[in-house]
């Protein structure tokens, strides 16, 4: 019988304090590769990416990661399945997602090199910003007003909803907010850009992009590839508790995006979009 992969892992360890250890167990966040599969309506196939991932929530991860990428548009997607296929071993079968598409696979450049993405943000993306004005527009500016009372919540209402970062302190979280500031839902993942997938693939299979009225937070720092795919998903704000990259600053500018960092306790750097944060 093949074992379905969990969000972690159970392990026993040995614990040094000062001049004693104890042996005792201890949960890890679980660790897995996941290909995503396309499946044109004429049956035709293809591997378009290798990420590493944390268990769970994978069909929203795959939808959200083709979203993002430009692959599928919203109402493509005919069905999705962990793939059964006989050149799939059984132990691999729930770490390997078919998509089944409406329609053709896309031609598109991306997939001639097909994706191979890891949990640390390895080559996952569009190559530069100039790619992404074939497919994106700017958003547009000053629907969303957001207070800085609002903004400074933020963190504390993320961290109270990581369950599994809880558990493990090994995984990062993406959460997304209304625009009064209540968490809508929010996904982990042991790669930060696999969190935001989770998300955008949650509304996206649900009907709900693009997201306009939301704010996305996240752990840790906010990437190129976050920034793209919270672009994708129509998202305006993106908020993070530590530093955002170069590239993701541009791409904020670029695109009318509002971008704060080092959100923490009453205080932030806001890099793009400050028209959209109410401040005297």
Known sequence: MTTRPGPTSRIRIVELSGSTARDRRDDLATEEPLEIRLT?????????????????????????????????????????????DEDVPPEARYNTVTVRLHGPIPDL????????????????????????HDRCEPLPRGRLQLTPELLYALPDRLRKAQGGFGKTGGLHAAGLFSATGELVTLREDVGRHNAVDKLAGWAALSGRLPLAEHVLMVSGRTSYEIMQKALAAGIPVVCAVSAPSSLAVDLAREFGMTLVGFLRGERCNIYSGPERILVE
């Open 40 to 84: 044109a309506a004429d049956g035709t196939r293809k591997t378009v990416a290798i990420t590493m991932r944390t268990p769970g929530h994978d069909f929203e991860l795959a939808a959200g990661f083709l979203h993002g990428e430009g692959l599928v548009r919203p109402g493509g997607i005919a069905a999705i399945a962990y793939c059964v």
């Open 109 to 132: 450049p991306a997939l001639d090199r097909h994706f191979l993405t890891s949990s640390a943000c390895g080559v996952c993306g569009s190559a530069g910003l100039e790619a992404l």
